[in-house]
Structure formats: C-alpha cells, structure tokens
C-alpha cells in the first residue's frame, strides 16, 4: 500500500506502445488494468494495431526503437500478436516486452489437451459476421426504444430500464446492446408518471423486465445544470421531488434499483446483468 | 496449424469461469482471445463479477468447486483479481486457475521501480468519474448528430463518417464514441447527394473530417432486405448505383474509405483512428 508515496514521488512518464495484430482493443485492455496499479506514473499511450504481417512487425519494432533512442529509456510494450514469428520479431524491440499469449497459451494447451491455433483473429471472420448482426440489431433496437420514442417494442426487450431524465438510461442500454447484444429498451419517468401512484400504463405488463436507475440529487444537478442552466428542469427542488418519486415508485412495485452517482456505464451495465441473471448475446 | 485436426474431432464442452472484482469486462475480453485460439472447443462461460471480499471469493470457490463436481472435469478460470488475499483464495478453487495479473504485475513493478497499489479498480474513481462524462458527451453527440438529424454540429466533430444507408455509419459512430470518447458524426448519402458531381453542401467546409464507408452490394443488399424486402431501397440495382456513386464521391473528392463488409464494429473503429491518427479521447 505504497499509494500515498507514490503520489508524492515525482511523476515519471513512459511511453507504452499496445501492438496488436488486429484493433488492438485487448492490447489496451489488458495493457489499462495494470497501468491503472502504478497510481504514481503517467504513460504515453500508443497504439499500434494490425501488424499482421513480418513487414509490419519491422515497422512497428522500428517506431519502439526510434521511441527509446529518443527518450533514453525503454517504451514498455504490450503485445497481442497470436503469429509468433510476428511476435518474436516485436519481442526483439529495445522495449520491455510483456505480451499476453505467452504466460497463458501453453499452460492452456497443456490443460485442454489441444494445439491452439496460432492464428490471428482473421480466422474468425464468420463468428464476427454473425455477432456483428446481432450487435447492430441490437444497437438499432435501443436507438428505435429510446427515451420518448414512439415506437415501444417492450415484447420484444430483453430490459427496460427507468429512471428521471438524465439518469444515464440511454448510455447504459446502448452499452448493454454493443458490449453484450442485450435487447435495452429504456423509458423515461416524468411527472405525469408520478401523479399517479401506479406503474405508467406502457410499462404494466413488463413489470419483470423493469430495471430502476437512480442518481444522487447533488449529481444529477451538475448535469442538467450543463444541459439547461437555471431553469426549472435544475433546480434542485425538482430533482429533489423527480429522485424520491422515481425511488419510491421502485420501492411500491419491487423494481430493482442500482445508483448510478458513482458507477461507470461498464459497472451498472455488469450489476444489472449480475443481478437480472439476463445472458449475455454477445461475448467481448 | 492443427485447425483441421481440431475441427473433425469430437467437440468437449469446457465450463469457463470469469472471476473479477470489478465489472469481469477484462477477464471476459482476456479469456475470449484465449479461447477462440482453440477452434475444436466448445466453452460454456459464466462470468462471476465484484469478487472484491474474501466472502465473496469463498462463495465464487463454492460455485466453481460445485461445477467441478458436476461435471467431473475442472473448469477453466479466467480471473481478474488485484487483492492478492481475494485472488488466492479463489486460486484455491478446483478451477484450473490462471490470473491476469500474476504473471505481469511482478516484472512490470520490476521495470517501473515502483510497487504496484494491488488495489480493485475502485480506488480509481475520480478518472472514472471523468470518463464517465466524456463518454457520454461523445454518445450524445453522436445521437444528435446520427442519420439525418437536423443538428449538423460538425464544427466539434472530430470525423464525420459518410456512407449510403445501412452502411455501418450509426454503429460505428456510438464505437468510437463509447469506446474512445470520440466525437463522431454521420452524414447519409442519397440520390439527391449523387445528382450533382461535387460534395453535399453541408459537409463542403469539412472535407478533411470525411471518412467513407463502403460496403459490397450483395452484403448490403442482405441487411436492406431484412429491413424493407422487395423496395426499391433493397433492389440489386439500386443499391449497385448507389454503392458505385458513392465509391466514385469518394475518389473523386480524396476520402479516405474503408470496406465495412467483412469487418467488425471494432475493426471499422480501429482502422479509422489508425489511418486518421486521431487521437483517442479514452482509453478502455
């Protein structure tokens, strides 16, 4: 628990180069979460996706070297590339190497008695043709659902999610449906909806596929705020009054609720699939 | 290269276990890159996500040894867990474990001189927090700025995508946005776009921002079907003229293109920052 120190200590940056032989996207992933354990450094951050080829790898060792020479101290960098003459070629750069399949391939292989296939993800391409239909039909089905859209396809939702204006409805579902391809619709509680103390008529018979999002008053000013300045729709005594009807109408129809002050879309997109036990469509 | 070996041998079924103490987002994009090397194996995966107790981590090994002992074969686990005290207890589990972090927080603390904080990503909050905002500024510039909105903010965009409908432009738009932060617009092109020889007048003073998509008139003439089948929007002809102007738009005026038929959301998105150099606003 060195935190405190380390915050102290002068900020050192360094450059990080993720190479990949495809988009890169796991290279930064991976490379991010250890990053974000080194609370007291900066990093440059560089991608450099699609080096799928020998010539490719030449380059990218080229642009790693030319960075070291540059700064006098070696670039760190974390690899994906499955081809290993591709990633030998990259593991000889003047960089401190780290990539990804190394530690987990053999031992893999080991416990799944298999040979991997040391093939970029190129070989995929028909997984990726069906997942991404069923990603677009899912972004369109949240585009077509969202807040105040006439059409209101709930039938067909795996989710409907509530919650006052702003509250981060749109975000998450259009989140859910990219990261998971989960049917999100979302709708918007209002004030009409709160004069009466039942569910809205529209979301009756849905109740199971109801999913509460709350946010602390305070949050939610600062953002309307931005939206609308000094208007009725930030003040605090509106939101003060739209927060507590909206959690008390969760509370009267046994809703599920998740507050979303201080979550990322990623966490309340990953506790509502926890708590919904919803299945993911998709895998990352 | 033993894909065709793999593929005519009996398929096993493996149970996989993401096991994280934040959202399980690294560990299921660390376990996919792994498992889609072994082309044979069939994985039925669960993710376990907020393992950040030692009581959390004693329920997740129950669950994983109650698998194991169903199935009379060990699951595999992916796991994803800073605390050291959490990840070894869920280490102790019958899973065949493997952890991101074991192999590489060592040499990295290492090479950086520094010790890693070993903290859940929790303690992050702050960055999150500001994330969280420049992620959903760029998703709703991207809404407002979809398909034939009327807002046209392209003075804030940093790319405008342009394509015929149905072309990927929406999708591809929330990706850069969700994912990198990236304010991207999109602009539809239609008959009336194709008539005169020069650029739509709305995107004249932004030619350095377009990036064309392009798409294979039998892919397109798929999705368009599925949409309105038997029109004229989904008639091979119409659809090879409209392909064909485009094509010939984008020569003609120098905008970069990329062919969306054979690639992933992700793919479109890491190609367009690669040959654009634009820069990321976030990082995953």
Do not use: W
Request: hydrophobic fraction near 40%.
């Amino acid at each position: 628990m060195n935190r405190a120190a380390n915050i102290e200590s002068v900020v050192i940056k360094r450059t990080v180069f993720f190479v990949s032989d495809q988009t890169g996207i796991t290279a930064e992933t991976m490379g991010h979460s250890l990053m974000i354990q080194f609370d007291g450094m900066e990093f440059r951050q560089l991608t450099v996706p699609f080096i799928s080829t020998v010539d490719k790898a030449i380059e990218a060792v080229r642009r790693i070297d030319r960075v070291a020479a540059e700064e006098g101290i070696r670039p760190i960098v974390f690899s994906t590339l499955v081809q290993e003459d591709v990633r030998n070629i990259v593991r000889g750069s003047a960089g401190f190497f780290l990539d990804f399949f190394d530690p987990f391939l053999g031992p893999l292989e080991h416990e799944l008695k298999t040979q991997s296939s040391h093939m970029a993800g190129r070989t995929h391409r028909m997984a990726d043709t069906h997942d991404y239909a069923k990603r677009i039909d899912a972004t369109n089905f949240a585009l077509a659902n969202d807040d105040g859209s006439v059409l209101r396809d709930y039938e067909r939702a795996d989710i409907i999610l509530i919650g006052v204006s702003r509250s981060g409805k749109t975000p998450t579902c259009l989140y859910l449906a990219m990261q998971y391809g989960i049917f999100a619709a979302n709708y918007p509680l209002t004030e009409d909806d709160f004069e009466s103390r039942k569910l809205p008529p529209a979301l009756e018979s849905f109740s199971q596929k109801l999913f509460g999002l709350t946010i602390k008053p305070e949050r939610l000013q600062q953002i309307r705020q931005e939206r609308r300045p000094d208007s009725r729709y930030s003040s605090a005594s509106q939101i003060a009054f739209e927060v507590r009807a909206a959690e008390s109408l969760y509370e009267r129809n046994s809703i599920p609720v998740i507050d979303a002050t201080e979550c990322s879309i990623e966490e309340i997109s990953s506790r509502i699939l926890d708590r919904t036990g919803i299945e993911r469509r998709l895998r990352p």
